[in-house]
């Protein structure tokens, strides 16, 4: 199941404002003519106060939700305060708590937004609020769900929110492949960290991909893999550094689906940064994702 909310991309934002937020319906939309429709939902319910306290700080939680952040942490989060992004944020990170849970029982799962792993515990960052897969890992593991979740991430940036957030945690594995030099600045240590040269091309990534996930899994053996699939590895991202092709950005995400299938390891996805101005250029790398699922023959969506 897809997971897919209309205020995904319903947030208003000033006209320069670098983030693509139409980007959600966009590939909504092209999803929605595809065999994927009928599998297509909207998260029932929104992330709690008490999910997001199992990893964020009860101040910057409520000051978010009351609207009392100051001018500073509001600016380096990304996004102008409003309550239409609260309710965004906390609809998003049921998304990727739904798909978390809806590939417990099933074996794969999506969010059609999420990957927020700039998220840190008092603070947002990089337009990432709520450290989405942190906030689910926590949850899963305290409702006796999963007793280890691997947080993988292939975003073109570090997962420093995440890292930071899970360091003391050995039932939270962190794991990010990202270009050695691009935000964040300062990159605390994830688990497992891969860091790649600008420019990396198909090749050297694909086999870092392949070898990451295959080392993560054999030494931690996670119960469910939450994957951030992030598009701006892609060579024409604007904030990327990478030279992956189109294919590429398939590969590495038939990669992580065939072998979570093959070790029959839950998968759940959350669609991750990706950054051109041209929307349907933007939406043709994030529907790599997407094609790599509908081409595995063993998935059951
Ligand atoms: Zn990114």
Redesign the pocket.
């Known amino acids: 199941m897809l997971y897919y909310h209309p205020i995904y991309s319903a947030l208003a934002l000033p006209k320069k404002h670098r983030f693509p937020i139409s980007k959600y319906h966009t590939l909504y939309q092209r999803l929605n003519t595809c065999k994927f429709a009928q599998h297509i939902e909207q998260p029932e319910q929104k992330i709690t106060r008490d999910a997001l306290l199992l990893c964020h700080d009860s101040n910057y939680v409520d000051a978010f939700l009351a609207g009392t952040l100051s001018d500073k942490a509001i600016k380096r989060m990304g996004f102008p305060w409003s309550e239409q992004l609260v309710e965004r944020t906390l609809i998003s990170l049921g998304g990727s708590l739904a798909a978390a849970e809806f590939a417990l029982q099933h074996g794969v799962g999506a969010n059609l937004s999420g990957?927020y792993?700039?998220a840190h515990r008092e603070f947002g960052s990089?337009f990432c609020i709520f450290n989405d897969w942190a906030v689910v890992a926590a949850t899963l593991v305290a409702q006796q769900r999963a007793e280890k979740v691997l947080i993988f991430d292939c975003?073109?940036?570090q997962g420093d929110g995440t890292a930071t957030l899970v360091s003391d945690r050995d039932d939270i594995i962190t794991c990010s492949i990202h270009c050695e030099s691009n935000?964040p600045r300062v990159k605390p240590h994830s688990d497992l960290d891969f860091a790649l040269p600008v420019g990396t091309e198909d090749k050297q990534y694909l086999e870092t991909v392949q070898e990451a996930i295959t080392l993560a899994t054999r030494i931690h053996q996670p119960d469910i893999i939450l994957y951030n699939a992030?598009a701006?590895i892609y060579r024409g991202d604007e904030?990327?550094h990478f030279n992956i092709s189109l294919k590429g950005v398939y590969n590495r995400d038939s990669i992580i689906i065939e072998h979570a299938l093959t070790h029959h390891i839950p998968l759940a996805i959350a669609l991750?940064?990706?950054?051109q101005r041209d929307i349907d250029h933007l939406i043709d790398v994030h529907q790599q994702t997407f094609l790599a699922l509908l081409d595995n023959p063993a998935i059951m969506i």
Do not use: A, E, P, T
């Open positions: 990957g792993h700039h990089g975003d073109v940036h935000f992030g701006d904030l990327g991750g940064g990706g950054y």
